[in-house]
């Protein structure tokens, strides 16, 4: 897959790198970490600059965010409710649930969306609990416009920065990527365990 990405970017340049970090957002296996630092690299040995690649990955970043989030509206809280009417009862799970889950997302939504985007597979899929929670459209973008600027300059600056040696971030990515996941499934352990403590005592 990596010789693919790296060959249409070669080609298209710009465009190339717009079309990867789109595809890349919609469809998370594409690693953002492959396709950022090679374009910083391209900058030393092609006309384009950091700064267009830049823009052209955060154009990329943010329709593709747009896309998932019109996904996330498709599946919105009243369609989740009537899973739950069918099946909730297996899944153990209530519509209280799900309109304190959408709650909490209304509250801290925002701030979810904008770390969530530095952090690899993660920062695609949050888009679309951002689309079902219905977070306000101009608020979705600016979140995911401010992350992802911060995620492509880093990624795209570094690349430039190793030269021929770009492709050696991607080991520190992997160490990164393994920290942040182990970060947010302890996260997701407590939040678990406190959510159902509370119901047991409520009950």
Known sequence: ME?????????????GVFL????????PPIPSEIILPFGGFMTT???????????ASTAGSVVGAVILYGIGLLLDVERLEKII??????LRVTKDDIRKADSWFDRYGIWTVLFCRM???IRSLISIPAGMSNMKFVLFLIFTFIGTLIWNIILVTVGAA???NWHAITSFMDVYSNIAYAIIAVGIVAFVIFFF???RKKA
């Open 20 to 27: 990867m970090i789109a595809l890349e957002n919609v469809f």
């Open 197 to 199: 403590r509370n119901k």
């Open 85 to 90: 009417d069918r099946w909730g009862h297996i």
């Open 162 to 164: 190793l030269g021929d």
């Open 3 to 15: 010789s693919w990405i790296t060959d249409f970017m070669e080609q298209y340049g710009y465009l």
């Open 119 to 121: 952090v690899p597979l």
């Open 45 to 55: 040995y092609t006309s384009m600059t950091v700064p267009g690649v830049i823009i």
